[in-house]
């Protein structure tokens, strides 16, 4: 009887253990870019750039990189507030991690430094 | 005692095996034909009253689609070149040529999504979202992906049910109701819709899949 018991609590628990880990870090980036999408602060925008640099300095995800896009939005963010060289090499980074993005990326740069 | 949990035991297997499971593989064999790499979050197309929706529902595709393997191309950056391009209206891509974003952006697939319910009940302290997602191929044109989810978020409170703790119950919820952000309803539905999407290539699970159980076309849950 205790023995059933016993199998019956050990599946379970083998049975939770597989959690599925992320690839990425993604620390508190959907808040702050939604909380700034909806309200375009300069305070808010502090908060969230802080996130895209937590994000393209530190990844703990199994992929240990930087999201897609990321070094994208963080150049195209960082452009915009005035820091155009840091910007445009951060959009450069984005094509050279993943190549795929070369099309619309290289579009992106062609259209800022008109 | 032995024997009744045995019974037990056996009925639940034999229950639980009565349904067939559908594998990936065969409800979408599409994605294993055609395997895109990237993906174009689309502006959702709205179908509810509330205006909100649709702008703040478009972002919330990123991180999931990022984290299920694909190449997604930021909603942020891309949510400008629709409005340039007058195409935030998704509507007259829905069905017709998509060989335009292989064309601007490269991408290989567009993530449609149709909002057909979004709204927040107060007193009985829900949230209801309903979104159906179609994943096309802008090479083919053909449907990679599709399905729906009609997620409900449960934010009501539990203060007692009699006399004065129900009335203290029934504010603490509508409150709390009030302060939960709609666009959170959003994020478990793709949370629970995407969950059956095949891995993309930075996935570990790419390409190892095509077994594994698919889900209902339709999903519906209620989530604390």
New interface residues.
């Given amino acids: 009887?205790k023995k059933?018991f016993f199998i019956l609590v050990a599946v379970l628990t083998l049975s939770s253990c597989t959690t599925t880990q992320?690839?990425?870090s993604?620390y508190n980036?959907?808040d702050a870019?939604?909380q700034y999408?909806?309200k375009s602060t300069e305070e808010l925008q502090v908060k969230m750039l802080e996130q895209y640099k937590k994000l393209t300095d530190k990844q703990k995800g199994?992929?240990g990189v930087v999201?897609?896009?990321?070094f994208?939005?963080y150049g195209?963010q960082l452009y915009k507030t005035g820091k155009k060289d840091e910007g445009l090499s951060f959009l450069k980074k984005e094509i050279a991690l993943?190549p795929?993005?070369?099309?619309?990326i290289s579009?992106?740069i062609k259209q800022l430094e008109k | 005692m032995k024997k009744i949990i045995l019974f037990a035991l056996t009925v639940v297997a034999l229950v639980s095996s009565c349904t067939t499971p559908m594998t990936m593989g065969k409800q979408y064999p599409a994605m294993y034909e055609e395997k895109p790499l990237t993906i174009a979050i689309m502006p959702p197309i709205n179908q509810t009253t509330h205006t909100e929706a649709k702008d703040y529902f478009y972002t919330t595709m990123y991180l999931p689609l990022c984290e299920k393997g694909y190449y997604v191309y930021s909603p942020y950056l891309t949510m400008e070149m629709f409005q340039q391009e007058s195409a935030y209206d998704a509507e007259q891509f829905i069905e017709g040529d998509l060989g335009i974003f292989q064309k601007i952006l490269g991408a290989d697939a567009a993530m449609f999504t149709i909002i057909k319910d979004w709204r927040r009940n107060n007193i009985g302290g829900l949230l209801t979202v309903d979104v159906e997602y179609v994943l096309r191929s802008t090479k083919t044109g053909q449907t990679l992906y599709s399905r729906e989810g009609k997620i409900t978020v449960d934010t009501s409170i539990n203060g007692g049910s009699s006399g004065l703790g129900a009335l203290v119950s029934m504010i603490a919820t509508a409150v709390n109701t009030a302060a939960t952000d709609k666009v959170i309803a959003g994020r478990k539905c793709n949370a629970f819709v995407l969950s059956d999407l095949p891995a993309g290539k930075y996935s570990s699970w790419y390409g190892k899949d095509a077994s594994n159980a698919a889900g209902k076309k339709m999903i519906k849950a209620t989530v604390k």
């Fill in positions: 009887m059933i992320s690839l990425y993604w980036y959907e870019t939604y999408n909806k199994t992929r999201p897609p896009g990321m994208a939005e195209y993943y795929e993005s070369e099309k619309y579009r992106i």
